[in-house]
């Protein structure tokens, strides 16, 4: 689904702890590379000099900070705080910790801003469509069963009161995986920064931060592929200095039937999934967990809706939609400011 290259003239070794020098400057970029949330991680930094213990030890503090994202938001682990929270009792508080309490009001703000397009409680929809983790989708739900699912989705149906969640209906379930690989991605930019780190590139199966500078002291340069299956053409490139970039796609998980091609992405208002010309939405934003959701929001709400809603907040957004076999292109204004010359 997400198709963000980094393209520098060096590749990233598949080794976990590696170094490269650039010619004609004294700094290296030296490169982490391991396994999370189902995909690859990359931290790439760069530096006038590291030992291979600093950079062992540095590799330990993400691996620990990544498995402490798991712990709280997987729902894939049935020992994770989420879960723990899914399968708590209606109308009964519970105490949540700061990590879950923050990614909770950083998606209702997406919410609000995309008028309900992004919706953290749409996962047994998600479900019911066959899209869930233990799901193969083969047709469309009825009009009953999507509205009885609807009957205890959307935020309306849990509070957060300080750090005390509460839900209406115990069937209520949180999903953040439209979200929490973006805010790993923010994690580990913070833990970068906080040990003095500054020049730096992170990538979360496709989720990106980057920071500073490369050793030659010019930007990051992202390269956003066709979305297409097998493509490694780059569709354009991108300028990164202290930025994000998410993207979201349905062009690799769909199903059809009764002559319609129906996405794994659901809108949450209407319980369906969406049947829609965009194949591909790329966000950039300072945060890595926003640009995340409004990728995700974008494609629920189509291209003249969140075209305007970019134009109207400043919002870098493009989307790549497919009309019968010919990519069309659509860019905000700050997107543009992003592109390589």
């Not at 949180?174 to 923010?186: M, Q």
């Amino acid at each position: 689904m997400f198709n963000i290259k980094y393209l520098t003239s060096l590749l990233i070794s598949s080794i976990l702890l590696t170094q490269t020098t650039w010619a004609d400057s004294a700094d290296k970029i030296y490169h982490i590379n391991g396994k999370t949330m189902g995909n690859n991680y990359k931290v790439s930094l760069v530096a006038n000099s590291m030992t291979p213990q600093q950079l062992y030890l540095l590799r330990e503090d993400i691996e620990l900070k990544l498995e402490i994202v798991n712990k709280t938001m997987s729902t894939w682990r049935k020992d994770s705080e989420i879960s723990k929270i899914n399968a708590w009792p209606a109308d009964k508080p519970i105490y949540i910790s700061n990590e879950l309490k923050i990614i909770i009001l950083a998606s209702k703000k997406v919410e609000k801003i995309t008028s309900g397009a992004f919706d953290i409680t749409v996962g047994p929809l998600v479900k019911l469509w066959g899209f869930g983790p233990d799901g193969i989708p083969t047709a469309i739900p009825s009009v009953d069963s999507i509205n009885q699912v609807k009957s205890y989705t959307g935020s309306s149906n849990f509070s957060l009161m300080g750090n005390n969640y509460t839900k209406k209906d115990s069937r209520l379930q949180l999903d953040l995986s439209g979200i929490a690989k973006g805010h790993a991605v923010d994690i580990l930019a913070d833990t970068l920064d906080s040990k003095g780190i500054h020049h730096y590139f992170v990538d979360i199966g496709g989720e990106v931060f980057a920071k500073g500078y490369r050793p030659n002291k010019e930007n990051w340069i992202i390269g956003i592929e066709e979305p297409k299956k097998n493509s490694t053409h780059i569709i354009t490139t991108l300028s990164i200095n202290g930025k994000a970039i998410a993207t979201s796609g349905d062009y690799r998980n769909y199903f059809e039937a009764e002559g319609g091609k129906f996405s794994h992405v659901i809108n949450p208002k209407t319980g369906r999934s969406i049947q829609t010309n965009i194949i591909s939405a790329t966000v950039i934003a300072p945060k890595c967990a926003t640009a995340d959701a409004l990728a995700t929001a974008s494609m629920v709400m189509g291209t003249k809706a969140i075209m305007q809603l970019a134009d109207e907040q400043d919002l870098a957004v493009m989307l790549i939609e497919d009309n019968f076999g010919e990519l069309k292109i659509h860019q905000s204004k700050e997107f543009k400011k992003f592109i390589t010359q």
